[in-house]
């Protein structure tokens, strides 16, 4: 399985579209691992003004995206 990271915060309605973008895409491959951008100090340097985030393969999907863009990163 393909892993997926959605980088989300508290409180966030910018998140509430992207996951609801997720849910529309045919996903059934991916694993979706969904992190808090505080959970790694990492994430909140170089992504605190940017979520939410798609992250795969080493690769970033910075908002705003929709669901054709996610299908492109994802090469759906």
Not at 10 to 25: F, G, M, N, V
Not at 50 to 74: A, G, R, T
Request: hydrophobic share 35%.
């Amino acid at each position: 399985m393909k892993e997926l990271i959605l980088l989300t915060g508290k409180d966030c309605h910018l998140c509430e579209q992207a996951r609801t973008l997720l849910s529309e895409i045919e996903t059934k491959d991916f694993i979706l691992e969904e992190l808090d951008i505080y959970s790694k100090r990492t994430y909140h340097d170089k992504y605190w003004d940017k979520i939410p985030v798609l992250i795969y393969n080493n690769q970033e999907l910075l908002w705003p995206f929709d669901s054709q863009k996610i299908q492109e990163f994802l090469d759906l």
